[in-house]
Nanobody, 126 residues
Framework: QVQLVESGGGFVQVGGSLILSCAAS????????MGWFRQAPGKEREFVAL????????FYTDSVKGRFTISRDNAKKLVYLQMNSLKFEDTAVYFC???????????????????WGQGTQVTVSS
């Protein structure tokens, strides 16, 4: 079973930046797609950014395109989410996600496709 531990959340002002990190263990990291989802109070969990097992493909929800960047370091078994130009509406608990399927050929944005970390809170304030 994969274990995921997020770090890097916190408080940030509107327009500021944060970088989230996720350490994965329990299986061969480089064979699985990774992602970040978020859940705001009263809302459903939504995907934010996804990266394929090879790192060659990335996928972003429209609201973060141009502001967020997902990346991975297979040697360190880490996945990152660089968040720039943060907005109030980015406030949420952010969850690291690890694909359940080995080398999935097409990135999935369905939450049911992933294992989850515990989440880290990101709060954007004025």
């Amino acid at each position: 079973q994969v274990q995921l531990v997020e770090s890097g959340g916190g408080f940030v002002q509107v327009g500021g930046s944060l970088i989230l990190s996720c350490a994965a263990s329990g299986r061969t990291f480089s064979n699985y797609g990774m992602g970040w989802f978020r859940q705001a109070p009263g809302k459903e969990r939504e995907f934010v950014a996804l990266i394929s097992w090879s790192g060659g493909s990335t996928f972003y929800t429209d609201s973060v395109k141009g502001r967020f960047t997902i990346s991975r370091d297979n040697a360190k078994k880490l996945v990152y989410l660089q968040m720039n130009s943060l907005k109030f509406e980015d406030t949420a608990v952010y969850f690291c996600a690890a694909d359940r399927n080995y080398r999935r050929p097409v990135i999935s944005s369905s939450s049911s496709s992933y294992y989850w970390g515990q989440g880290t809170q990101v709060t954007v304030s004025s």
